[in-house]
Each structure stands twice: as structure tokens, then as C-alpha cells.
């Protein structure tokens, strides 16, 4: 049999099927937050799509602005179904769904009503998948903007370890060759006043996390601990196992941590009033956005964190403003709370933040040092990972899940009864945070690969690599916390999650 795809009659009738399909979208490419990173876009060029003969007719739907994270603009939807195919498959959370048949089907949040009334647990793996602007983040540049106009306030920002393998993929550059240095003058540029890091708070949260952990081994506390770095996995286990909440370490994210102390600490530090800091992340995430806006996220007295954007966000403003990474000569991180160990860069990876606990739980508990801190076991993008450590006699068993379909399939082993693990770590996205929904467009493992490895590169070049070796986490205990898990600690770093509505169980 001979197979031929590209004769005059198939190509015509693909042509026909671009002209339906463009007959019914908004022809608003200018205005389209997906403008040159289209699949339609581009499959139009192609096939030179000059002239429409079909009328055109547009449903005129509303925006879905229920969320925090997440924005839908049904009308631009062309009805592919990838949305729900990423939705329902890869991470096993059925928000959307496909509504009527034939010229009236229609792709909708589930339970009918809006994102919002869905189990959507603002992970954004539907944004990666939407070859369109159907599914966008809630995009806040202007907030930004009109913060840093503001004299009266003081713009300070944090970047993730994730964002910094990925923001030269939206400038021109190859996957983790921006310089961290040259990314912080970039920020600079823009108009941030101080620069700071995330993995200050991920070295922080490892000391935390793992001091929590050896106090339920010795204290008979609820096992196995998950982490609870991800605000996705969070959303997840509110909503689909609110009954095994108690198994989540009490520690919030390193996003989080960072607001709170950015408006005690670090304004005490600074001498700034915590009224004028205005406290923006950079995150590969769009469920950061939700975190960000929970009313439990407000211990410094203010809303820890006031505005978040995605690793995309920050591309769109680079490219706004015309920076040239190329010739841009770097600068630091501004002190306090701007140190970090390669630890903390590899919270961006699955198996991340597993390993950076390893690092510190080990010679904590051993009171040996670890002369090799690459645990292999803990690295690579499968959905499912586990390994036994020997902590000097104690044989602590770990398992680490990316995507939520997997993370499933361990929650579910849990509530049987069945476990053998001690210690979990769950990512909402698969690869971890460097697949998360906010970060540059990718639907291969190949581009994910390349970041996560990216991360290791950074992490090997370290002087630093372990996190309680920090000198300014150190300072932070010395100095204004004292202790891990003590009274300041608990009142700033840690917290608790709620269940949601029942009926999606």
C-alpha cells in the first residue's frame, strides 16, 4: 500500500478544514497573548490561507475569569480536545469536558458554571496542551508596571529555581544559558528595586520539612509526610483526599516563606516599612497565583506574597522593554535572603526536593558529613520513583510522583493502608517545576530533560550543597527564628490546608 499525504487533493482539504475552523475563531491574532506561538497561527502560513470563503461567525462566549490562575476563552477554542485529554489523563483531575455534539459541542468546565465550580486545581498542564489562547494564565503585567511607577512602593521580587533554566527560551537563548547574574540586571532594568531568590526559602524549607519529618519518625506523628512545595498537588489534596491532610508537612512553600519573612525579617533588616514593600515571584507556576491570594497566606500581618508571574509573563516584559541578554553585564543578588546552595536549585526537578532533604537529614541524623550528595536514585523524569535510605541504621523508605495521575496512585496506596513509605514527595506537573503551567510552551519530555539537567549543571557548580550550610539561613535562626520548628517559625512558615468540596470524590 502507498500512503501519500501531501497531493493537491489532501492539501485542499486541508485547507478547507483551517478555512471552518479560522471561519469560526476570532481573527484578533494581534491582541492574542498566543500571537506567533500558535499551532492555528502557524498551520494557516503553511497552508497560505489568504482568502475565507466560508461567512464568518463567532459564538460570542464569555471569558472565564473565575480563577486566580487560569483564564478561558471559549470562543477561541477550536475544539481539539487536547485540554481534556491533559486534564483527565495526565493528571487525572477531570475539570473539563466536552458539552452538546456536532456545530454546538462545546468545551466546558465539568459540573457545568465556571473553572472555578470544577475540581481545576490551577496546575495550567491545559495551557501547554491548547495549541490556541483558548486556556491562558491570568496574565498581570500591567500590575506590575503600575506598582513599579508607584514611589511610595518598594517592588522586591523573588525568582524560583525552575524560572531561570526556562526564561532564555523566551529571549532568544538556548535552555539554561541565561546567567543567574545577568537575569537578576535584567530584573534591575525593568525597574525591580531589590532582587532576591526563592532558593533562600528552599534551603529554609529544607530545614524545616526535614526537622518535621525526624520529629514524626521519633514521635509516632502521621507517615508518610508528603512535601508540600506544590500548590497544584495541594489543590489536588484538598480536593480529592481531604482525608489524608494531616499526612501534609505543615510547611508552606518556599514562595510563601519568602512573603512572610520578605515583610518581617527582612523589612526589619532593610529598616523599610512592611506597608511599602510590594512583594512580586516569578514562578514556573500558575497555581502560585491561587497560593498567593489564600486568605490563610497572610501570617506577616499583610498578603505575603501581593502579585505572581509566570516564567511566560516575565519573557513577554523582557521583550517589551528590548533588553539584550547578549551584551547585558550581570549583577548580584541583593543581601539577605539572596544566598542559596545547590540544593535549593534542584527543588525545580522531580526527585528535587527529596534529594536536597537527603543531603540535610543525613547529617543531621548521622552526625556524619555526606561526602556524596548526588542521590542518582532520587533524579529522572518517571512518573513514579521510591528508594530505601540507610540513615546509620534507620532505613528510611521515599517515594517521589510528577503529574498528578501518578501522585494518584500513591494517595490511593496511602488510604488503603498499603504504603511502605516514610517520606513522599508529590509535584503537580510533569518533571516537576521546570514543566510547570506557567513556565515557556513544551509538550516533549526532550525540552524538559534538558532543563532539569540544566539544574544539576547549576547544582554541581556550587560551593554550597547543602542547605543548612546556607550562612544567611544560619543568620535567619540566629537572629530572628532561633530554632527549626520553634514558636516564630510555626507563626510565619507553616500552616494548614483545608478540605474542598466533597462532590468531586
Excluded at 517592588?155 to 526556562?166: D, E, H, L, S, Y
Aim: net charge negative; aromatic share 6%; hydrophobic share 35%.
Amino acid at each position: 500500500m502507498v500512503v501519500k499525504t501531501r497531493t493537491p487533493k489532501v492539501i485542499e482539504a486541508r485547507k478547507t478544514i483551517l478555512e471552518l475552523i479560522l471561519a469560526n475563531h476570532p481573527q484578533d491574532c494581534l491582541n492574542c497573548m498566543r500571537n506567533q506561538n500558535c499551532e492555528l497561527q502557524t498551520l494557516a502560513e503553511e497552508y497560505f490561507i489568504r482568502d475565507n470563503p466560508f461567512t464568518m461567525k463567532v459564538r460570542g462566549l464569555p471569558k472565564d475569569t473565575s480563577t486566580p490562575s487560569i483564564t478561558r476563552e471559549p470562543d477561541k477554542c477550536i475544539l481539539c480536545r487536547r485540554c481534556i485529554e491533559a486534564c483527565s489523563v495526565v493528571q487525572s483531575v477531570n475539570a473539563l469536558g466536552l458539552e452538546n455534539r456536532g456545530h454546538n459541542a462545546m468545551v466546558v468546565p465539568t459540573l457545568g458554571g465556571s473553572l472555578a465550580d470544577s475540581p481545576c486545581v490551577m496546575c495550567g498542564q491545559c495551557i501547554h496542551a491548547c495549541p490556541v489562547g483558548a486556556i491562558t494564565e491570568n496574565e498581570q503585567i500591567d500590575e506590575l508596571l503600575a506598582a513599579i511607577a508607584d514611589p511610595d512602593k518598594v517592588v522586591v521580587t523573588q525568582i524560583a529555581p525552575a524560572v531561570r533554566t526556562a526564561i532564555g527560551e523566551e529571549v532568544g537563548l538556548e535552555t539554561g544559558q541565561m546567567p543567574m547574574e545577568v537575569f537578576v540586571a535584567g530584573l534591575r532594568q525593568v525597574g525591580f528595586d531589590y532582587v532576591l531568590h526563592t532558593n533562600f526559602t528552599a534551603d529554609l524549607t529544607i530545614l524545616e520539612e526535614g526537622n518535621e519529618l525526624l520529629k514524626r519518625l521519633k514521635e509516632g506523628g502521621t507517615l508518610p509526610m508528603f512535601t508540600s512545595c506544590s500548590p497544584g498537588w495541594i489543590n489536588f489534596c484538598e480536593t480529592f483526599y481531604p482525608d489524608l491532610l494531616d499526612n501534609l508537612s505543615t510547611c508552606k512553600s518556599p514562595q510563601q516563606m519568602f512573603g512572610s519573612l520578605a515583610k518581617t525579617y527582612w523589612a526589619e533588616k532593610m529598616n523599610i516599612s512592611p506597608e511599602k514593600i510590594y512583594s512580586v515571584s516569578i514562578m514556573p507556576c500558575t497555581a502560585k497565583k491561587y497560593e498567593a491570594s489564600r486568605p490563610e497566606m497572610r501570617d506577616s500581618g499583610y498578603q505575603d506574597v501581593d502579585l505572581v508571574l509566570t516564567t511566560r509573563e516575565i519573557g513577554r516584559l523582557f521583550r517589551m522593554t528590548g533588553i539584550d541578554f547578549n551584551k547585558l553585564p550581570g549583577t548580584p543578588f541583593d543581601s539577605w535572603m539572596g544566598a542559596y546552595t545547590g540544593a535549593a536549585v534542584i527543588f525545580g526537578a522531580s526527585g528535587g526536593v527529596m534529594e536536597a532533604a537527603l543531603r540535610t537529614v543525613y547529617e543531621v541524623v548521622t552526625g556524619q558529613t555526606l561526602e556524596n550528595v548526588n542521590f542518582e536514585v532520587t533524579r529522572g523524569i518517571e512518573g513514579i520513583k521510591e528508594a530505601a535510605v540507610d540513615l546509620n541504621g534507620t532505613v528510611v523508605k521515599v517515594a517521589i510522583a510528577n503529574g498528578l495521575s501518578n501522585a494518584r496512585k500513591l494517595m490511593d496506596q496511602v488510604r488503603a493502608g498499603e504504603s511502605p513509605y516514610h517520606f513522599i514527595e508529590i509535584m503537580a506537573c510533569p518533571g516537576g517545576c521546570i514543566g510547570g503551567g506557567g513556565q515557556p510552551i513544551t509538550k516533549t519530555n526532550a525540552k524538559r530533560v534538558e532543563r532539569i539537567n540544566s539544574l544539576y549543571v547549576e547544582d554541581e557548580g556550587c560551593a554550597l550543597r547543602k542547605s543548612h550550610e546556607n550562612p544567611e539561613v544560619k543568620t535567619l535562626y540566629e537572629e530572628f527564628l532561633h530554632e527549626p520548628l520553634g514558636h516564630k517559625s510555626h507563626e510565619l512558615l507553616h500552616t494548614h490546608y483545608f478540605p474542598k468540596n466533597k462532590q468531586y470524590l
